[in-house]
Structure formats: structure tokens, C-alpha cells
């Protein structure tokens, strides 16, 4: 693509974004992602119809072309992800985090492994029943990239709704770190499946040592990149140099982290909790700290709505017939299922130490929500014949995550927490 042609691309979906956005909350009122997926979708389903009824003016071709041109697994996973992941971090407390470490670490780790493991068992023949003959390895793939919880959509969720600060923190401090670990076992799981891949032939051994690698590096990285930042942050007051800083942190970072083949994700958060936590308190003046805050958070507000926009436009780009329909509705029990089990497993074992907030499975398991991430892993698959199947199946799942559970999180809420 050209340059001329990225603008007018860009500048078409911060139009239909800002557009959308004002019908959402002028008439619709619903939280402000949602509404974007749910308009988005609604505008896709229109143009299939159209081109349905008048194929000669080639609107789903146009609009096909149009998505092809935006690359959504790239764009996710090597640009916008990094930001909104450093947004998100940015605003956690560590402290918070910390006094939760041993049920945040289990969900983020024991959880997703569990949750991968039910969900390829239960999906090898849920498959099968649909006509569908997918490898045992790639059905462990469609476990992982559906397995961790979407920071993303997760946490514009959690502006929206009241949860209680003990359950946010878990939520949220999960989300943030599930991601990076789902990522590196969805990496892993597909080099395993394919027979190579970037680190070549792959035994499940290999894998696991992979994944510590790849988990223990992005950590370390994201701690010596946010510690040298925070260092030049330190020795300076000029809030726009500073704001210039976090934004190069941010990508260094995530390039860095490419070339050393550890987790970009998980070192971004790292990073991200570094300095929302400790540069806030050392290095930051209190005009720096506002510029910086609302910096980051115009720039996830924007970066947010074109993700959830993309999104609900994805409908036009992946193929769906009513057998792959039918098994992309059977996995939506089979995946909260998953969930249920991932999480009620190391919340009872630690129940046994700690207390817990009354309702914590349930609103855990229901507030997991999926997002772009599981669509653009998706996407990221080799060629095959399983890739349609995985991705149509993958693509059900996400939108009844970000539409059904996002808008009833708030009820579950009410219901498991207050009783009422």
C-alpha cells in the first residue's frame, strides 16, 4: 500500500469509528466497544444482503479487498496490541496485583493450561460431529488461542462496570499476564502442530521449555526496559519529552522483544506496571503524571474503537457455512466450560488459605471475556484446510464473548456478588 492509501484508509475507519460512536451513544447506548461490534456487524450483515440482491456492484468484494488491505493479525499483534497493553498496565495497581500474585500467577499459568487442555479434548469431537476432521494437535491450537481471557476487551468492560476492587484486580491483572502466556503456548502449539515453524522441529518437551523461556525472557526484558526509562524519566521534568519516552518504550520494547524471541506482550506489561507504578511515584511531577494519563488514555480510547470496529467488520472476511455455524455454537458452552473448570480449580485450592470475594468463580468465569486477540492468532495460522474451520469457530465464540457476556457482566455481577 502506499502512503497516500494508509491515510485514506486510516482516516475512513477513525471516520466510521467516530460515527459509530456517536449513534452508539446518541440512540443505542451501549458501552461504547459493544456498540461499535454491534454496529460494525450490523453494516456487514447489510452489505451481504445488498450484494445479494445487486451482485454487480460488488460491495462484499470492495469491503474484502478493503480488510485484506488492513492485515488484522499484523496490525493486532505487532502494532496496536503493544499500546493497549501498555494503556491497560499503566493504570493497574501493583500493590493490588501483588497482594493477589498467588491467584493472579495460577489463573495466568495452571488456569490457561487447564483451560486448553479441556477445550481441545472436548472440540477433537465436537468437530467430528459436525463432519469436521481436525487433528488432535490443532484442536490443542484452538485451545490456546481461545483459552486466555482479551486484556483488551476485558478491561473496556471494566470502565463500564462496578465490580468490587478485590475481583477487578484479579480480573484485570489476569487478563494482562494470561494474554502473554496464551500467546508464547499458541506459538509453541502451532510450531508442535505444523511439524517446525521459526524454532524448527518441536517435541511437547521442547515446547515446555519454550514457553519458561519465552514467559521468564519477556518478564526480565520488560523489567530492564521500564527500569532504563524510568531511569531518563528520573533525571528530567519536561512532561512532553516524557510522554515521548513511554511511547518509545513502548515500541523498543515489543521490537526487542521479536528479535529475542521472548514474549512482546508480557514484556510490555511489565514495563507498563514499572512505570504506572514506580515511575509515577519517583520520577514523575504531577503535570507530567496528567499529561501522561491522558495521553495514553485518548490514545486507548482511539486504538480501542478501531480494534472493536475491525472486529465487527471481520464477519465479511472469514468464511462461514452453517456446519462450521453449528460447531462454532458448540464451542461456546465447551469454552465456558473451560473456564468455569480453569477457574474454580485454583480458587478453591486457594480458598483453603485465603478468603475470596463472595461470587468470585462466576463473575471470574463469566467476565472472561474473548476478543481480537483469539481472531488475529487465528488469522496468523498457516494455509490449510482446518484454518477456515478454526477461524469461523474462533470468530462465533469472540462475538458472543464481547455481546452476550459483555453486556450482562454487570447482572452476573449483581447476582453472584450483592444477591440481588
Known amino acids: 500500500m502506499t502512503v497516500s492509501s494508509i491515510f485514506n484508509l486510516v482516516a475512513l475507519l477513525v471516520t466510521l469509528a467516530a460515527g459509530f460512536g456517536y449513534i452508539n451513544h446518541?440512540?443505542?447506548?451501549?458501552?461504547?466497544?459493544?456498540?461499535?461490534?454491534?454496529?460494525?456487524?450490523?453494516?456487514?450483515?447489510?452489505?451481504?444482503?445488498?450484494?445479494?440482491?445487486?451482485?454487480?456492484?460488488?460491495?462484499?468484494?470492495?469491503?474484502?479487498?478493503?480488510?485484506?488491505?488492513?492485515?488484522?493479525?499484523?496490525?493486532?499483534?505487532?502494532?496496536?496490541?503493544?499500546?493497549?497493553?501498555?494503556?491497560?498496565?499503566?493504570?493497574?495497581?501493583l500493590g493490588s496485583l501483588l497482594s493477589r500474585r498467588w491467584a493472579i500467577s495460577l489463573?495466568?499459568?495452571?488456569?490457561?493450561?487447564?483451560?486448553?487442555?479441556?477445550?481441545?479434548?472436548?472440540?477433537?469431537?465436537?468437530?467430528q460431529i459436525f463432519g469436521f476432521q481436525i487433528p488432535i494437535a490443532y484442536c490443542f491450537v484452538f485451545g490456546a488461542l481461545i483459552s486466555p481471557t482479551d486484556p483488551v476487551a476485558v478491561m473496556s468492560i471494566l470502565k463500564e462496570v462496578k465490580v468490587p476492587e478485590s475481583l477487578e484486580a484479579k480480573i484485570a491483572g489476569e487478563s494482562l499476564f494470561n494474554d502473554g502466556v496464551g500467546v508464547v503456548l499458541f506459538t509453541v502449539l502451532v510450531s508442535v502442530a505444523v511439524g517446525g515453524g521459526e524454532h524448527g522441529d518441536v517435541s511437547f518437551v521442547g515446547a515446555a521449555e519454550l514457553l519458561a523461556v519465552e514467559v521468564i525472557g519477556g518478564v526480565v526484558l520488560g523489567l530492564a526496559t521500564g527500569y532504563s526509562a524510568y531511569r531518563a524519566m528520573k533525571t528530567i521534568d519536561q512532561h512532553t519529552l516524557e510522554v515521548l519516552i513511554t511511547v518509545s518504550l513502548v515500541m523498543a520494547t515489543y521490537a526487542v522483544a521479536t528479535r529475542l524471541h521472548v514474549s512482546g506482550p508480557l514484556a510490555v506489561v511489565v514495563a507498563g506496571l514499572f512505570i504506572g507504578n514506580h515511575g509515577r511515584q519517583f520520577a514523575m511531577?504531577?503535570?507530567?503524571?496528567?499529561?501522561?494519563?491522558?495521553?495514553?488514555?485518548?490514545?486507548?480510547?482511539l486504538l480501542n474503537s478501531l480494534l472493536f470496529l475491525a472486529i465487527g467488520f471481520e464477519v465479511l472476511a472469514v468464511t462461514i457455512t452453517g456446519q462450521m455455524v453449528g460447531v462454532g455454537l458448540l464451542a461456546i458452552p465447551v469454552v465456558l466450560l473451560a473456564r468455569l473448570v480453569s477457574v474454580a480449580g485454583p480458587i478453591t485450592v486457594l480458598g483453603l488459605r485465603e478468603e475470596f470475594t463472595?461470587?468470585?468463580?462466576?463473575?471470574?468465569?463469566?467476565?472472561?471475556?474473548?476478543?481480537?486477540?483469539?481472531?488475529?492468532?487465528?488469522?496468523?495460522?498457516?494455509?490449510?484446510?482446518?484454518?477456515?474451520?478454526?477461524?469461523?469457530?474462533?470468530?462465533?465464540?469472540?462475538?458472543?464473548?464481547?455481546?452476550?457476556?459483555?453486556?450482562?457482566?454487570?447482572?452476573?455481577?449483581?447476582?453472584?456478588?450483592?444477591?440481588?
Not at 507530567?288 to 488514555?297: A, K, L, Q, V
Not at 498457516?382 to 452476550?404: D, H, Q, R
Open 26 to 93: 446518541r440512540w443505542l447506548r451501549f458501552p461504547h466497544t459493544i456498540g461499535l461490534v454491534i454496529i460494525a456487524m450490523a453494516v456487514s450483515v447489510a452489505i451481504l444482503a445488498v450484494d445479494a440482491i445487486v451482485p454487480g456492484l460488488g460491495l462484499e468484494t470492495s469491503v474484502r479487498r478493503t480488510l485484506t488491505d488492513i492485515d488484522f493479525e499484523d496490525t493486532l499483534m505487532k502494532g496496536v496490541l503493544s499500546f493497549l497493553l501498555f494503556a491497560g498496565a499503566l493504570h493497574v495497581d
Open 358 to 420: 463472595k461470587g468470585a468463580i462466576p463473575v471470574l468465569t463469566w467476565g472472561g471475556l474473548r476478543g481480537g486477540i483469539s481472531v488475529a492468532l487465528a488469522l496468523s495460522l498457516p494455509t490449510s484446510s482446518v484454518k477456515p474451520i478454526l477461524l469461523a469457530t474462533t470468530y462465533t465464540v469472540v462475538i458472543f464473548s464481547i455481546v452476550i457476556q459483555g453486556l450482562t457482566v454487570e447482572r452476573v455481577v449483581r447476582a453472584a456478588v450483592r444477591g440481588g
Open 285 to 301: 511531577s504531577q503535570t507530567t503524571r496528567e499529561h501522561i494519563e491522558t495521553f495514553w488514555s485518548v490514545l486507548d480510547e
Open 107 to 127: 489463573l495466568a499459568t495452571v488456569g490457561i493450561l487447564t483451560s486448553t487442555l479441556i477445550v481441545s479434548g472436548m472440540m477433537f469431537f465436537g468437530f
